[in-house]
């Protein structure tokens, strides 16, 4: 789907996007037709991380798959959505595969995805940007998304992402419970120590950057204190991810396209 070399390619090889799960989820149901479906049809709200690794497994592999796997990637997750339907918590209508309600979960992990490799990978130029967002219109197309029904283009894209969170993204009783999953995830208590510097570093980096208005709304505390920790885990894990060998940081869709 994407080319080797391009920048998307470069982007969504690397398998610290992760990091961004807990931030694009919480987007995500700040849409309350999002919302509404998850709340139905998902166990989103109990287990967040085990959707996310499912979505980012489809994710790669319509992006790294050749044009037979990457378009059976996509048929499914489609079909998968085909029943997704119902009201939301005021009433109002909502159908998963809503090209609408698709380009908003598209528009959050690219999003997402530019902010994690901008801060814990390399710096990215407006240009690099720009091109990421042409080259991934393709993969929105094969989710469901009309090319017509796209931003234009990456002016158009910023645009439309801050009218969404201005205009659309209020905080359900879903958006809670999310929220509450990904940020006090349940772990057994032999795994609680050990996972801990992992669980505060993805837990810093999802409140951190979500929108300032969505954080307060949602009731998340931050502050200057928490920004410094923000800052001191990007350094760590930036430094890590320096030394660590190209292959090991890839996903494993990405490792067997290359």
């Known amino acids: 789907m994407v080319s080797p070399g391009s920048v998307a390619w470069r982007i969504g090889s690397e398998g610290v996007l992760l990091l961004g799960g807990g931030r694009a989820l919480l987007l ?15 166990n989103y ?3 967040p991380w085990g959707r996310l690794y499912r979505t980012i497994e489809v994710t790669t592999r319509v992006l790294f798959g050749d044009g037979d796997s990457a378009a059976e990637a996509a048929a499914a997750l489609r079909h998968r959505h085909e029943g997704v339907r119902g009201r939301d918590d005021r009433g109002r209508r909502y159908r998963a595969l809503d090209p609408d309600l ?3 979960v598209h528009a959050t992990l690219l999003d997402t995805s530019l902010l994690v ?5 390399r710096s990215l130029t407006e240009a690099e940007r720009a091109a990421y967002y042409e080259e991934m219109k393709p993969v929105g197309e094969a989710y469901g998304i009309p090319a017509r029904r796209q931003p234009r283009d990456w002016r158009e894209f910023r645009d439309y992402f801050d009218e969404m969170v201005l205009t659309r993204l209020r905080v359900t009783d879903t958006t809670r419970e ?14 609680r120590l050990p996972a801990l510097p992992a669980v505060e570093a ?3 980096l ?13 009731g998340l505390p931050w502050g200057p204190l928490r920004e410094r920790l923000l800052g001191a885990s990007q350094g760590t894990i930036r430094r890590l991810l320096r030394i660590t060998p190209g292959p090991l940081r890839q996903f494993p869709a990405a490792r067997r396209a290359a």
């Open 28 to 42: 995500q149901v700040a849409e309350p037709g999002v919302a509404a479906g998850v709340a139905e049809f998902s």
């Open 45 to 47: 709200s109990r287990a």
């Open 102 to 104: 698709l380009m908003w």
């Open 117 to 121: 490799y901008d801060r814990y990978v």
């Open 178 to 191: 999310v929220a509450d999953a990904i940020l006090n995830p349940g772990l057994p208590l032999p795994a």
């Open 202 to 204: 993805v837990r810093l």
């Open 206 to 218: 999802t409140v951190g950057t979500l929108p300032e208005a969505l954080r307060e709304e949602m």
